[in-house]
């Protein structure tokens, strides 16, 4: 039983009896402990995530490590020690649900999971889509079986409930309960077995960083050096980095719950767990029952954020550190609607509340883990921010990334580098984890937008875009146009080529204007902010090897050359795509999307010669970017300029520097929209102008200022370019992506070794794109899909690769000039055959798709001719 | 019959208690508030007798106004209101708060059957408070009950002492301390814990007269600096256990 | 001259009651009450000695009834009394240290009043023999409120705070059945059963068994505490253990700070264990 339904005791003076607590004043038996002088890792933080890391760690083959907490043990102390330790597999995060199943696997491993099932009931209609489209992750993810039930199959399940209240539920069989704290213990006894040093009631003093890397841990048991050191911690992570002068960027917030019981229906319950978990979505609230009990919590109330300094000591609790005491009034309300909901347990006067707290947990600016190596500080890793049912899968996947490099889950959006220094501050994590704690259980848009602490980072030219109407949306921090108002009038000269979207699901955080900006530019030209993006150049006599090392294609080409080119993990898949501008001899110029810039500048950076013949400069708040595309791209361009940018002066694939008006701009011929343009890089205090420059240059030929969703979507998808994040992620290989053209070059490179090998082998998926073929729902409404749909064969079945890899829509939008949707999927190769019949799932319908592309080809201009023009 | 408990707000203390830095209370950054054991009983008790012999119960604190949250404890397993003498959050010493507690009592329209106290409170346990209610009430009191039964306008105690109990007769109105172990207090229900909420509240603003006792500061009691041996791990310790046992004498 | 209640003369807590009161640097006189107990009527008679004989203050052991009576004195002459005290310093006011939360914390406080009124914290003093002469007050008891009746303790066996080994067992035990072995060395050693408040909340042992501030306070030669961890709450009851030896699967639990031995294991395996081997020790 988990300590947090061991409540048969009061709250009282000694409740905490069965956790026991440690003295400073020593005294304990082993208090003359003292740890090794040197470990090669030290693991700071017992709870599910330490000890499942040092059990991979000492799996993997790891030596030399040690485990210590400031706690007793079993529980230290931490959130694992109250965790409500239920498991709802199903999330629409394709990475949450691997790191969750993966924990899953392991939970079931070692005898701690029961599988309850667990119901996430809906109370009106908005919630009943949102449970088809859970419907539909959990098949895009292979989680089976899953269905939606009526009323009355709840009821059927959850005999107490007030069947009365809902339309209906989504039913995962699979759903459990984990006694995560006996998983951790388990761990903890394996990896002793294999050599592991662990060291309860040990407290930090201090983390000492020597040129630039750790190097010792101060403990109350004496110092101990070391190679690596771990911050497994929770919710006091961010104590503990800045003793390294390191930054975990996490909130403790507060999540109330409460066990009532016993209840006389269960007390004949012949398991201790014998219902399903259920998860009221619409209250931000669920119920579970264990033995006689049943416990109620809530993301309901108002947030709570504290300081991870807050948390007080072991000692100084009542019970433990993060159970701090229940605030009833903020549960009040909680309490009257689970006693409407389920009335015979929580109505029952004999029934009472026997354990109440406010429990603390760590959140995030995004919801995500903070996994890996912190940027700031070599050899000191996070392991912060994850919960019960994601702790053994990321520790293994932690364990792994640092033992070997690579990792079996792809974990690049819990990546700690993820993380800007806007992001770090404590004001902007609190706003956005108190944003995002309300929308817990939420019905979340793949598009929604945060509301809090926006205007963080803006362009040069942001002033103009507000001016037009921009709507903007958020990336990295950086405010960037989506579409812009003033292009409305677009919506009347385009007519019937511009599809309009009925549903409002499909219609939320879009606009037709898009589509029409996207014409217009295909059309005449526009004018695309590009300013998130992340620039850092590498430079000095070192650099080309390095770079040479670091990119998959050749790099070793003339100066003047932009060199597009995936980065590739050891294991050949992909880290990231993006271009490399070789501006001089010794100086290589890297460009990427604002998203995952600080992951990427991390990693190029760690792959830099130790030696320093090569170094990384960071330009990204140097340089904005403006983007000019479209066939009149050229007419406009050398209206402002005398120098040649005729196709023979300037051709594709090309940069410099050239005269822009009375400005000196790098301008980059290449295009991820697919038509005749330049990216122009101006320094950041002389954007306005350039702006300015361009679209009174670009007016007589009908310029239009474009957003993010030509550019990142419909301009993309009817080319068919790749994005990352989407297509490209390190469990695909350049293959199976369809971006292995032109031989392999001599020099090394990071996954050279498996690239050449998955060249070999006939690749286990195909990347496809595809188009849908009849849009219309049975309630005779067209449904436009989103991403992460799965694709199925026409009668519903899910494709699954050799590698046990099912198809779903990796990107969806529109593609304006075809006039269709497009979709891109990677499909196992019997069916990926240009001209296969499937279908595509949404919103618990199946609509007919065609294959139309399956290789590089683009749907729109297949000979790349704009481009090239 | 009418009954009224009084109880006293304290803070939920952890394994180590931390003074503020002016060392006149504990430090409550992290804690939670409870009341005293004995208390718990006293407000279980007056439920209990209550549903026997009808009437009506009212929970009195005279604390600082967040101690509302204690009477709305006490209200949520069946007290059927409250009456808090609201207080600025000092100490009052035993004198003062009795003579208000008199005062608030006095002024009932309808007066008190039985008036229920902790045999101390769980802080300060000055063990007087309830004896100088009664003689300022003029009511017979008797402390440290742990059996309480109500009969004939009578009130039979029961006191646990060295080798049995004792037991007192009062005629009611009376004044009653009562120790943990009287019963097993109930867990509030939630419908108690909503119906706690509408329950009323009546407040009063007594003047805190000058301490005759007067708490100067809190101090932490000096460490045993005891060092303890370890006779073994597991069974295997018994021959060692045996050997102390031995050594004390007590086989 | 100071004036010191003897509850019953010879008990170690009156005598140090005696001790205590030396502090105040007065003659020292000492009564008792040969009477039925009515705390009302003792203490008008104490109050009655007081005014007769006019000590600067008034001595009680820090007992139920020695707390009571003096409350009862205080009442009536509407003067301040402080409870428990680990130590006094005579002046105008005096300045006292006093026990608050089962001791786990200290008051320091001044005393408004005169004549000073103190009960004697157990245990804050040594007990030694005070030579002293014990006046006996017999008070009448016409219409008094006291004991109406005694009820003899029906069970047999030893009292958990009389008995000079307490076998006491906490959450670790698991189950109102795991006692059995707990009793079974109990019963061996001719020692009371205790238990913490988790195991009463619990319902596994009626409340008459715990051990703590709000339960039953302790003064064995040895106690046994298997599968506690030491709260406070629980420690405050334990104080006045002569040796404390505590069996947990912990090894950092916090009673092992304040115990004399350890065992680090499961009691349900430890505790059978040492019965065996006191069976073999008696046989030999």
């Known amino acids: ?869 | 019959m009418k009954i009224l408990v009084a109880v006293k707000r304290v803070p939920l203390t952890g394994g180590k208690i931390v003074l503020t830095e002016d060392e006149r209370a504990i430090s409550t950054r992290h804690l939670g508030f409870t009341i005293s054991p004995h208390e718990e009983c006293a407000a279980e008790e007056a439920v209990r007798l209550v549903e026997q012999h009808g009437g009506s119960s009212t929970v009195l604190t005279l604390g600082p106004p967040e101690a509302a949250e204690q009477l709305r404890d006490m209200m949520a397993i069946g007290i059927d209101g409250g009456s808090h003498l609201v207080t600025s959050g000092e100490e009052w010493d035993p004198q003062a708060t009795a003579a208000a507690i008199a005062e608030a009592v006095r002024s009932e329209p309808e007066p008190y059957d039985l008036l229920l106290f902790g045999n101390e409170s769980a802080d300060a346990a000055n063990y007087q408070v309830a004896i100088r209610v009664a003689y300022a009430l003029g009511l017979p009191s008797v402390t440290g009950v742990k059996g309480v039964a109500v009969a004939d306008g009578r009130v039979r105690c029961e006191q646990e002492v060295a080798g049995g109990r004792d037991v007192y007769e009062l005629p009611l109105p009376a004044v009653v301390t009562v120790k943990e172990g009287l019963n097993l207090p109930r867990y509030p229900s939630v419908p108690g814990r909503l119906r706690a909420k509408r329950k009323p509240i009546e407040t009063r603003t007594p003047a805190r007269p000058e301490p005759r006792l007067e708490m100067v500061r809190l101090k932490l009691p000096p460490s045993s600096g005891n060092r303890v041996e370890v006779l073994g791990h597991g069974p295997e310790a018994a021959p060692a256990v045996v050997d102390v046992l031995q050594g004390l004498g007590v086989i | 001259m100071v004036l010191v209640f003897i509850e019953n003369p010879g008990d170690e807590l009156s005598q140090q009651a005696l001790v205590f009161a030396r502090a105040l640097g007065e003659e020292v006189q000492a009564v008792s009450i040969d009477a039925g107990y009515a705390p009302a009527a003792w203490a008008s008679s104490i109050a009655e000695v007081i005014s007769r004989r006019g000590p600067s203050a008034v001595i009680a052991p820090g007992t139920d009834r020695g707390n009571e009576l003096l409350a009862h004195v205080a009442a009536r002459l509407d003067l301040p009394m402080a409870a428990n005290c680990t130590s006094v310093t005579p002046g105008d006011p005096a300045t006292v240290t006093r026990v608050r939360w089962g001791g786990s914390l200290l008051e320091e406080a001044l005393v408004h009043g005169s004549p000073l009124l103190l009960t004697a914290a157990p245990h804050a003093v040594a007990a030694e023999p005070v030579g002293v002469e014990i006046s006996t007050l017999t008070p009448s008891l016409d219409g008094a409120l006291g004991v109406i009746e005694h009820q003899r303790a029906t069970v047999a066996g030893v009292s958990l705070a009389d008995a000079s080994v307490v076998v006491s067992g906490g959450r670790g035990v698991g189950s109102a059945e795991g006692f059995a072995p707990i009793e079974e060395l109990a019963a061996l050693l001719g020692a009371a059963v205790g238990c913490s408040r988790a195991v009463t909340s619990a319902g596994w042992r009626p409340h008459a068994d715990q051990v703590g501030q709000t339960g039953t306070k302790i003064s064995p030669e040895i106690y046994i505490a298997c599968g506690i961890s030491g709260a406070t709450q629980h420690m405050a009851g334990a104080k006045g253990a002569k040796k404390i030896l505590a069996i947990n699967p912990d090894a950092e639990a916090s009673i092992f700070a304040s115990a004399d031995y350890a065992v680090i294991g499961d009691l349900h395996q430890v505790v059978p264990a040492i019965s065996e081997e006191i069976r073999k020790a008696r046989a030999r």
């Open chain 1, 1 to 869: 039983m988990s300590a947090a339904s061991g409540g048969e005791s009061a709250p009282g003076a000694d409740a905490r009896e069965a956790s026991g607590t440690p003295d400073e004043a020593g005294g304990t038996p082993e208090a003359n402990g003292r740890l090794p002088a040197a470990q090669r890792v030290v693991v700071i933080g017992a709870g599910i995530v330490g000890n499942s890391l040092a059990y991979h760690l000492l799996r993997l083959g790891e030596t030399e490590v040690t485990l210590i907490d400031k706690g007793p043990l079993p529980n230290p102390g931490g959130s694992t020690g109250h965790a409500s330790n239920f498991i709802f597999p199903v999330d629409h995060s394709k990475e949450m649900t691997l790191l969750t199943l993966e924990s899953m696997r392991q939970y079931k491993e070692l005898g701690v999971f029961i599988e309850s099932g667990g119901i996430e009931i809906a109370r009106n209609e908005p919630r009943m889509q949102e449970l088809t489209r859970r419907m539909a992750s959990a098949k895009a993810w292979g989680i089976e079986p899953v269905s939606l039930l009526n009323p009355e199959e709840v009821l059927e399940l959850v005999p107490f409930i007030n069947h009365k209240l809902i339309m209906g539920g989504f039913y995962t069989p699979g759903c459990g309960v984990v006694d995560s704290l006996r998983a951790a213990t388990i761990m903890r006894e394996r990896a002793a077995e294999r050599g592991l040093t662990v060291s309860a009631n040990t407290e930090v003093l201090g983390i000492d960083v020597e040129g630039g890397r750790v190097r010792r841990v101060r403990t109350t048991r004496g110092d101990v050096e070391a190679e690596r050191v771990v911050i497994a911690c929770g919710a006091w992570s961010p104590r503990l980095a800045r003793m390294a002068g390191a930054s975990i960027p996490l909130t403790p917030m507060v999540h109330q719950m409460i066990d009532i019981g016993p209840a006389p229906r269960f007390a004949a319950a012949e398991a201790m767990i014998e219902y399903p978990i259920v998860r009221d979505m619409d209250t931000n609230m669920y119920e579970r029952q264990e033995g006689t009990g049943l416990e109620i919590g809530s993301y309901a109330h108002r947030p709570i954020t504290l300081d991870a300094d807050e948390i007080p000591s072991i000692d100084e609790s009542a019970l433990t550190p993060t159970e701090l005491p229940f605030t009833q009034d903020d549960f009040d309300p909680q309490m009257e609607i689970a006693l409407e909901l389920m009335p015979e347990i929580v109505g029952d006067e004999s029934v009472g509340v026997k354990y109440a707290i406010n429990g603390v947990l760590s959140v995030t600016h995004d919801g995500m883990p903070l996994l890996g190596e912190t940027p700031e500080v070599g050899g000191l890793w996070s392991a912060a921010a994850i919960w019960i049912k994601e702790g053994p899968g990321a520790g293994k996947t932690l364990a792994e990334l640092m033992v070997h490099g690579v990792s079996e889950i792809d974990v690049y959006e819990s990546n700690i580098a993820r993380v800007y220094p806007c992001q770090r501050t404590r004001a902007h994590i609190r706003a956005r984890a108190c944003e995002g704690f309300s929308k817990m259980y939420g019905i979340v848009h793949p598009s929604e937008q945060w509301a809090s602490d926006r205007r963080v980072r803006l362009s040069p030219f942001y002033e103009h875009e507000r001016e037009l109407g921009a709507m903007f949306f958020e990336t990295a921090g950086w405010e960037r146009p989506h579409w812009y108002e003033s292009n409305a009038p677009l919506l009347d000269e385009y007519g019937e080529r511009v599809t309009r979207r009925e549903a409002e699901w499909d219609a939320r955080w879009w606009s037709p204007i898009i589509n029409a900006e996207h014409l217009a530019m295909r059309d005449r030209a526009a004018m695309i902010d590009l300013s998130a993006f992340a620039v850092f150049d590498v430079t000095g006599p070192g650099a080309l090897d390095a770079v040479q090392r670091i990119a998959m294609r050749q790099v070793d080409v003339p100066v003047g050359r932009v060199v597009y080119t995936p980065l590739l993990t050891p294991s050949g898949g992909f880290k990231q795509d993006l271009t490399i501008m070789r501006l001089g001899a010794d100086v290589f110029r890297f460009v990427t999307g604002g998203a995952y810039g600080m992951s990427d500048r991390k990693w190029v950076a760690d792959h830099l010669p130790a030696d320093g013949s090569a170094q990384l400069h960071d330009q990204t708040n140097a340089w904005c970017t403006l983007g000019l595309w479209g066939p009149r791209a050229r007419d406009i361009l050398s209206s402002v300029t005398s120098a040649d940018v005729s196709h023979e002066g300037f051709p594709f694939a090309r940069c410099r520097t050239i005269e822009v008006d009375t400005l000196s701009v790098l301008a980059s011929r290449i295009s991820y929209v697919g038509d005749l343009g330049w990216e122009l890089y101006a320094p950041i205090e002389q954007g306005a102008r350039l702006w300015e420059i361009i679209a009174e240059a670009g007016a007589p030929h009908g310029i239009v200022p474009a957003g993010i969703g030509v550019y990142g979507t419909t301009g993309r998808l009817e080319k068919c370019y790749r994005a990352y994040g989407a297509e490209l992620e390190a469990d695909y290989n350049v293959v199976e992506a369809g971006m292995a053209w032109g031989k392999v070059k001599d020099a090394d490179f990071i996954g050279k070794e498996a690239h050449v090998r998955h060249r070999a082998q006939e690749p286990a998926a195909v990347m496809c794109s595809l188009t849908v073929d009849d849009h219309t729902s049975a309630t005779g409404v067209k449904r436009y899909m989103l991403g992460n749909e799965p694709i199925v064969t026409p009668d519903g079945a899910p494709l699954v690769d050799r590698r046990g890899r099912r198809s779903y829509v990796t990107s969806a939008g529109a593609a304006p000039s075809l006039g269709r949707h497009i979709l891109m999927s990677y499909l196992p190769p019997e069916h990926a055959v240009v001209g296969e019949r499937l279908a595509v799932e949404f919103m618990g319908e199946r609509y007919p798709a065609t294959v139309v592309t399956n290789d590089s080809t683009p749907a729109f201009d297949p000979a790349n001719a704009r481009v090239r023009s």
